[in-house]
């Protein structure tokens, strides 16, 4: 009974790609080393609006957000240009912040180490943040020229602190140049890579760089670690190659495989999703493509929709399916892709653009934040929607843990917002716009041109009769 | 079709041509022969004003006309929402434009998203759309000559016009190629690339626009009737350039301006029908001005000149 009870549970739950050696919740990108997007717990819709955190945008020009956030215990953490702050996962009042270099808002991770929870971050912006205008609340972050030389000397930096107390816990990791990669954690190894290319792995216990490998390609992404395996995704250059995929021994960092996307429009790469035995990467050219985990070989590519969502994304992966987003202009989509074949299994038009940002898993439900701030909740099985809510200001990076999902708000009302299970809410059933209805198809098309067709032929005599016809016919004008 | 003299009623009069075909202009350079006058004497092509108004009268006169732009259009969208398109419906809109608009804006679209956006399924879906572009093109511009010359339009003028087919389809693929000229160019201009595609379309519209009515009338055979319309096109004093560069603005524009069924989804609302239908309309309506403008001019357009043995 026992062994049908294991096999069963085993069968029924999707696995875990890597678990990080992290504390509870939603430590970091994703929600885990893998960036698998799943969330092991957390609210299923509908839901209501828990708390909303003001944040005013900070930075040079004043434009820039928070990062994603990460749930640890009953915090939520974001970092914003020049602080972390912490907000009180049930109420959102802000618990306590500390003191930031400026640097672009990268997602902070959560380890704990010999039973101390710890908070790693990134900061700093290698001395040349950009110049005012170049970005927005809730938009991409602007990348320093790289022809620029730094004003001053590169401050960027990884930095740990105690969860608890928040002092150091060892001296910060100087960088080689400015980090939009965030950290990630995977045992006893933290990871960040820089805009430079230079991929560290880090000793949390030691506070000790383990290794670092240069990829020579700019890092936008999260490096993604399972099994051994450290991937890292580097950007093609404009009119020139696509863009880097790389695997590299968590050991001591000797390179696994390396592969260069032969596609001039694959410049910009997602972050990576790991698991099982494959690495799935979204790219600019509107594919997606699985790289065996082992070899690097090409298992399958897909080109669902239009452009991925690409910035501070990944996949969703499950041991069946991937699920993404993409947007070009205001017709993002979401999807269903099966996880062997690289085959559509379903889409749902959203409609809205879809600009940053990774869905993320719950149960059955698939939740997606778009920029025209809405959350939508996706049935996974038949692809419809099931819930959603619109509030002002764009909505992105969402971090579902216990009892709540928190998303980074942008526009008017820039900070976090906490969503929780509605009892009294109530879900639908919308399938996708792009399920044809051919009865409403000949309907609507009927309903349109009877009235079309009455109206240009009533004009048409009436001018035929006024203007007379086109030509005449010369003979019969002699006559 | 009907080779009867003819003259528009009304106030304008087209001048009497020769009696013999007009003297070939002599041979000039390339930029001469793309811009200075070609013949010695005005063409008698009617104004933008007068042409659109008969266009639109030729098209919204006949009953199987409107019919065949409403019908065309759903049975394309059909093909397409069954073949796995999933939206924008606006993008339909430009779907009876002449090429290279059409070529442009609708058939570099829609069919290589149907075959994954790469590798040769998408070569294979573009072939597929410039097949049945030029079906649809040819089988209009049948029906707009006939009503043109005051036959009765009916399902056999469609079937008629599809004699023109080899042209349609020889002026979608020289489009394309226009458009490929284009694209190269692009970079090489820098900040002129959005003009430089938009002269692309003009410079399609203005060298093909005439062809298939060309091939309609008997005049001239697929590649003998490119090459008049080109002589037709460049008639001073004929303002095709201008005329045809109003129709790229305007379809660009209505491209491009909000209207209802313009994102994903596979089930148009009334509305988008009717912007849809609309637009379509004024496409045809241009092709049956086009059309117009041929036929007050056809025996005015200069013959091909014979290349004269020796000369240097």
């Known amino acids: ?233 580097g950007r093609g250059s404009a009119g020139g190659s696509g863009a880097t995929v790389a695997a590299f021994e968590s050991i001591d960092g000797s390179i696994r495989w390396r592969r260069e996307i032969d596609s001039p429009a694959a410049v910009f790469p997602s972050a990576p999703s790991v698991g099982g035995d494959l690495a799935i990467v979204a790219l600019s050219d509107a594919t997606v493509r699985a790289f065996a985990m082992d070899s690097g070989d090409e298992r399958w590519s897909s080109r669902p929709g239009t452009t991925p969502t690409l910035f501070e994304s990944a996949v969703v992966q499950l041991d069946d399916a991937v699920y993404m987003s993409d947007s070009i202009g205001l017709t993002g989509s979401a999807y269903r892709i099966d996880r062997s074949t690289g085959e559509v299994v379903w889409d749902f038009a959203i409609n809205e653009s879809i600009i940053r940002g990774a869905p993320v898993l719950i149960g059955d439900a698939l939740l997606v934040a778009t920029s025209d701030g809405s959350l939508n909740a996706i049935d996974t099985a038949t692809g419809e929607r099931i819930w959603r809510d619109v509030r002002g200001g764009s909505l992105s990076s969402l971090a579902p843990a216990g009892s709540v999902v928190v998303g980074v708000r942008g526009g008017d009302r820039a900070g976090l917002d906490a969503f929780a299970f509605n009892p009294s809410g109530r879900l639908v059933r919308e399938a996708s716009p792009t399920t044809p209805d051919y009865a409403s198809n000949f309907a609507n098309f009927a309903i349109a041109a009877v009235p079309f067709a009455a109206l240009a032929l009533v004009a048409g005599t009436l001018l035929a009769s006024r203007m007379g016809p086109a030509f005449e016919d010369e003979d019969e004008e002699e006559e | 079709v009907t080779e009867k003299k003819r003259r528009r009623p009304g106030t304008y009069r087209p001048p009497k041509p020769s009696e013999d075909a007009p003297e070939a202009p002599p041979r000039r350079g390339l930029l001469d022969s793309l811009f200075a006058p070609r013949t010695g004497r005005m063409a008698s092509m009617p104004g933008t004003m007068g042409s659109l108004s008969r266009g639109f009268v030729t098209v919204v006169g006949s009953p199987w006309i409107v019919g065949a732009v409403a019908l065309s259009l759903f049975i394309v969208w059909l093909g397409g929402v069954a073949a796995g398109f999933k939206g924008p419906f606006s993008l339909l809109a430009n779907a009876l434009a002449l090429p290279p608009i059409s070529t442009a804006t609708v058939d570099a679209i829609i069919p290589p998203s149907l075959a994954g956006g790469s590798g040769s399924g998408v070569l294979v879906a573009l072939f597929g759309a410039f097949l049945l572009r030029a079906a649809i093109h040819a089988a209009f511009t049948g029906a707009l000559v006939e009503q043109l010359e005051g036959r009765k339009v009916s399902g056999w003028s469609f079937l008629r016009g599809l004699r023109a087919f080899p042209v349609t389809m020889a002026a979608s693929l020289g489009g394309f190629m226009l458009l490929n000229i284009g694209s190269a160019l692009a970079p090489i201009v820098g900040g002129l690339a959005l003009l430089v595609q938009l002269a692309v379309l003009v410079v399609g519209v203005y060298l093909f626009a005439f062809a298939p009515v060309i091939t309609i009338m008997g005049h001239e055979r697929a590649f003998g009737s490119i090459a008049r319309s080109l002589r037709a096109a460049r008639m001073a004093g004929s303002g095709n350039l201008s005329f045809a560069a109003l129709y790229v603005l305007a379809s660009v524009v209505l491209l491009f301006f909000p209207k209802p069924g313009n994102l994903l989804g596979v089930n148009p609302s009334v509305g988008a029908w009717l912007a849809v239908f609309a637009i379509s309309l004024l496409h045809v309506v241009f092709q049956a001005a086009f059309a117009y403008r041929y036929l007050c001019v056809y025996d005015e357009v200069p013959e091909a000149q014979v290349r004269q043995a020796g000369r240097r």
């Open chain 1, 1 to 233: 009974v026992l062994l049908i009870v294991c096999a069963m549970a085993t069968v029924a739950l999707p696995f875990a790609p890597a678990v990080a050696q992290t504390t509870t919740g939603w430590a970091q990108f994703q929600g885990d080393a893998a960036h698998s997007g799943v969330a092991p717990d957390g609210p299923e819709p509908p839901y209501e609006l828990l708390w909303h955190a003001a944040v005013e945008p900070g930075g040079p020009s004043g434009d820039q957000g928070l990062s994603a956030p990460v749930i640890a215990g009953e915090l939520a953490i974001a970092a914003a240009p020049e602080e972390v702050l912490a907000f009180d996962l049930a109420t959102g009042d802000e618990v306590w912040s500390i003191p930031r270099a400026l640097g672009p808002p990268s997602q902070p991770a959560v380890a704990e180490v010999d039973g101390r929870s710890m908070l790693l971050f990134t900061e700093g912006w290698a001395g040349h943040p950009p110049r005012s205008g170049t970005t927005g609340p809730t938009g991409p972050t602007a990348s320093p020229s790289t022809s620029e030389e730094p004003a001053a000397p590169v401050d960027s930096r990884l930095v740990a602190v105690d969860l608890q107390t928040q002092e150091q816990v060892w001296e910060p990791i100087e960088l080689t140049e400015v980090s939009r990669s965030g950290v990630t954690v995977d045992g006893d190894r933290a990871y960040v890579a820089d805009t430079r290319g230079e991929l560290f792995a880090i000793d949390l216990t030691t506070g000790d760089v383990a290794w670092s490998v240069s990829i020579d390609r700019t890092v936008d992404g999260a490096v993604a670690v399972a099994d051994g395996t450290v991937v890292v995704t």
